[in-house]
């Protein structure tokens, strides 16, 4: 447009219009008691919505009259947080455990045998049947064998896996399709128990003997990925969720993504971190360069690597020797060089880096490579490199996120859950390093939180729990595993909330509740900012909204 022939009177009226401009909104919610995470405005009890966005914060008093002709909702006091985000999650691995024939809580062989019969009564042929939640720990002495479950499925391949995942039970079919005969030999870190007598195959399989079966299971078609990806988004809407940084992304679960907005089925916002494993895909798109998606539904500008392993079994990568196993030192995954490559062509088209590490040796080396590439790159513009789970630290390396501006992604519920075991691994002085949440805040780096679930419960209330205690639920230890490095309440919310927002570069639309940001948030049972530690454990979520849209009511027939 030629601004030159527009009449002057026009443009005084433009200028009017823009200096004082009147929102309107659809949407008031009123009488609530809303922790805005908005430093400059941190409380207030209405909001006005129009559309997908936050147009006014301010009071009940005044929102009525403001928006006469909004509709409204009365909270009657009810507390409000904007929508969880939590930062690194396992959507994938939630939704395939969902689609599994669930045998949790299954009494004997007979009752797992009958669910299969009935699942395979309503099978294509040939169709796996894939199952989970037996027992293996209480049915140790007396494992069963595969003949009952081969009876009532002699075609149909079946692979149960049980409740953690350390023995799985196949039918004959399943066996046969994988290979696996009396010569088969037991695989390193894997057993395959035997008939006594004949030497056959059971039909369970232990810990890696697994393995011989899972890579014969076809992968998930896109239609399986769907509904796995939706049954899981359902549990995360219901448990505060509106966003989740899903960490490892494969081509077949963007399509799945894409279809699913497309058909309004994925009630979340999803932030994707591409497999950095696999090199086709990471070519693709690094020729094509990062998607972010204008209505936030999806966005995908992030590449995930794994530097090491996990701590429990000694595959992460440390310094010095395990304190308790002093012939190791852990493994390497993706060492130095492949990081620092990834990251350096990943700066020049705008990625981020978002890289698995656990022990202090893997930390230092990602810090080493990604401090090379962003020298080798000083054009890349806000980088925001990402460290996931940066549990074990060395005291010199703990300064330099806030240095480099790495991200610190941490997980509070890892803490509690290791914290029996963790510093047998690593000793009394490394320990101090570990899950070090306090210590790297302090230096001024960013610390969104996560769940990193389903590894983990997705539940918030319980990361938050963990994060301003630092004990397991019942309250041990006594004040807490290292107390020093317990975080606030409000510096926990910030990490669910505007830390989390900032890690994937969306801090100007999402975190907090204020005008202008997309209308993300949750109506929760309890004042959060009243309740002693324990009673957080206990918050349910009574509605969560994404964009102005209510996905999920207590109150609502479910
Ligand atoms: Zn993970």
């Given at each position: 447009?030629?601004?030159?022939?527009?009449?002057?009177?026009?443009?005084?009226?433009?200028?009017?219009?823009?200096?004082?401009?009147?929102?309107?909104?659809?949407?008031?919610?009123?009488?609530?008691?809303?922790v805005t995470m908005?430093?400059?405005?941190?409380?207030?009890?209405?909001?006005?919505?129009?559309?997908?966005?936050?147009?006014?914060?301010?009071?009940?008093?005044?929102?009525?009259?403001?928006?006469?002709?909004?509709?409204?909702?009365?909270?009657?006091?009810?507390?409000?947080l904007p929508g969880i985000i939590?930062?690194?999650?396992?959507?994938?691995?939630?939704?395939?455990?969902?689609?599994?024939?669930?045998?949790?809580?299954?009494?004997?062989?007979?009752?797992?045998?009958?669910?299969?019969?009935?699942?395979?009564?309503?099978?294509?042929?040939?169709?796996?049947?894939?199952?989970?939640?037996?027992?293996?720990?209480?049915?140790?002495?007396?494992?069963?064998?595969?003949?009952?479950?081969?009876?009532?499925?002699?075609?149909?391949?079946?692979?149960?896996?049980?409740?953690?995942?350390?023995?799985?039970?196949?039918?004959?079919?399943?066996?046969?399709?994988?290979?696996?005969?009396?010569?088969?030999?037991?695989?390193?870190?894997?057993?395959?128990?035997?008939?006594?007598?004949?030497?056959?195959?059971?039909?369970?399989?232990?810990?890696?003997?697994?393995?011989?079966?899972?890579?014969?299971?076809?992968?998930?078609?896109?239609?399986?990925?769907?509904?796995?990806?939706?049954?899981?988004?359902?549990?995360?809407?219901?448990?505060?969720?509106t966003?989740?940084?899903?960490?490892?992304?494969?081509?077949?679960?963007?399509?799945?993504?894409?279809?699913?907005?497309?058909?309004?089925?994925?009630?979340?916002?999803?932030?994707?971190?591409?497999?950095?494993?696999?090199?086709?895909?990471?070519?693709?798109?690094?020729?094509?360069?990062?998607?972010?998606?204008?209505?936030?539904?999806?966005?995908?500008?992030?590449?995930?690597?794994?530097?090491?392993?996990?701590?429990?079994?000694?595959?992460?990568?440390?310094?010095?020797?395990?304190?308790?196993?002093?012939?190791?030192?852990?493994?390497?995954?993706?060492?130095?060089?492949?990081?620092?490559?990834?990251?350096?062509?990943?700066?020049?088209?705008?990625?981020?880096?978002?890289?698995?590490?656990?022990?202090?040796?893997?930390?230092?080396?990602?810090?080493?490579?990604?401090?090379?590439?962003?020298?080798?790159?000083?054009?890349?513009?806000?980088?925001?490199?990402?460290?996931?789970?940066?549990?074990?630290?060395?005291?010199?390396?703990?300064?330099?996120?806030?240095?480099?501006?790495?991200?610190?992604?941490?997980?509070?519920?890892?803490?509690?859950?290791?914290?029996?075991?963790?510093?047998?691994?690593?000793?009394?002085?490394?320990?101090?390093?570990?899950?070090?949440?306090?210590?790297?805040?302090?230096?001024?780096?960013?610390?969104?939180?996560?769940?990193?679930?389903?590894?983990?419960?997705?539940?918030?209330?319980?990361?938050?729990?963990?994060?301003?205690?630092?004990?397991?639920?019942?309250?041990?230890?006594?004040?807490?595993?290292?107390?020093?490095?317990?975080?606030?309440?409000?510096?926990?919310?910030?990490?669910?909330t505007v830390?989390?927002?900032?890690?994937?570069?969306?801090?100007?639309?999402k975190g907090s509740i204020?005008?202008?940001k997309?209308?993300d948030f949750i109506?929760?049972?309890?004042?959060?900012?009243?309740?002693?530690?324990?009673?957080?454990?206990?918050?349910?979520?009574?509605?969560?909204?994404?964009?102005?849209?209510?996905?999920?009511?207590?109150?609502?027939?479910?």
């Open positions: 447009m030629n601004y030159k022939w527009i009449p002057v009177s026009l443009l005084i009226l433009v200028g009017i219009g823009a200096a004082a401009p009147k929102p309107s909104a659809d949407l008031l919610i009123l009488n609530a008691h809303i908005d430093t400059k405005h941190p409380a207030a009890t209405a909001a006005a919505i129009q559309g997908n966005h936050f147009v006014w914060i301010g009071e009940s008093s005044e929102a009525s009259h403001r928006f006469p002709k909004a509709q409204s909702i009365d909270l009657h006091g009810a507390t409000v939590d930062a690194h999650t396992h959507l994938i691995e939630l939704g395939k455990s969902l689609i599994r024939l669930n045998l949790k809580g299954v009494a004997n062989e007979q009752e797992a045998v009958e669910r299969v019969k009935q699942r395979v009564s309503s099978a294509a042929p040939n169709e796996w049947i894939l199952g989970w939640g037996w027992d293996e720990g209480k049915w140790a002495s007396h494992y069963p064998d595969n003949h009952a479950l081969s009876d009532v499925s002699p075609n149909n391949p079946v692979f149960l896996v049980g409740l953690h995942t350390f023995a799985a039970w196949a039918n004959k079919r399943a066996l046969e399709l994988s290979g696996i005969t009396k010569d088969t030999q037991d695989p390193a870190g894997g057993r395959i128990l035997r008939d006594e007598k004949t030497g056959e195959p059971t039909g369970i399989l232990l810990n890696h003997a697994q393995d011989l079966v899972e890579k014969h299971i076809p992968p998930m078609t896109l239609e399986q990925t769907e509904q796995a990806l939706a049954l899981a988004a359902q549990e995360c809407i219901r448990s505060g969720l966003s989740v940084h899903e960490a490892k992304v494969s081509a077949i679960m963007i399509d799945a993504f894409r279809d699913m907005i497309r058909q309004n089925r994925m009630p979340l916002r999803i932030y994707g971190m591409l497999d950095g494993s696999d090199s086709a895909l990471v070519s693709q798109w690094l020729r094509r360069g990062p998607e972010i998606d204008p209505n936030h539904h999806l966005t995908v500008r992030a590449f995930k690597l794994f530097a090491d392993g996990a701590l429990g079994s000694r595959g992460a990568a440390l310094l010095q020797p395990y304190s308790d196993a002093p012939q190791t030192r852990g493994t390497f995954i993706t060492p130095e060089p492949a990081v620092y490559d990834l990251t350096r062509r990943s700066l020049q088209k705008g990625f981020q880096v978002c890289t698995h590490a656990i022990g202090d040796a893997a930390n230092r080396t990602v810090l080493d490579a990604y401090a090379r590439a962003l020298s080798e790159v000083p054009q890349a513009h806000d980088p925001r490199l990402r460290i996931e789970h940066a549990q074990v630290l060395a005291p010199e390396d703990i300064l330099r996120f806030a240095k480099l501006g790495v991200i610190a992604s941490m997980q509070p519920v890892h803490a509690t859950s290791d914290m029996g075991w963790a510093e047998q691994r690593l000793g009394p002085q490394r320990i101090k390093g570990a899950y070090a949440w306090r210590s790297v805040l302090q230096t001024g780096a960013h610390l969104p939180l996560s769940s990193d679930f389903p590894g983990e419960t997705l539940n918030p209330f319980y990361g938050i729990y963990a994060a301003i205690t630092r004990q397991d639920p019942q309250g041990n230890p006594p004040g807490g595993w290292y107390p020093d490095q317990r975080l606030t309440l409000d510096e926990a919310l910030r990490g669910y830390e989390a927002a900032y890690a994937e570069f969306e801090e100007r639309s204020e005008p202008g997309l209308a109506v929760i049972s309890d004042d959060i900012t009243k309740l002693a530690p324990r009673d957080i454990l206990s918050i349910r979520v009574l509605k969560t909204f994404v964009g102005g849209q209510l996905v999920f009511d207590t109150e609502a027939k479910q």
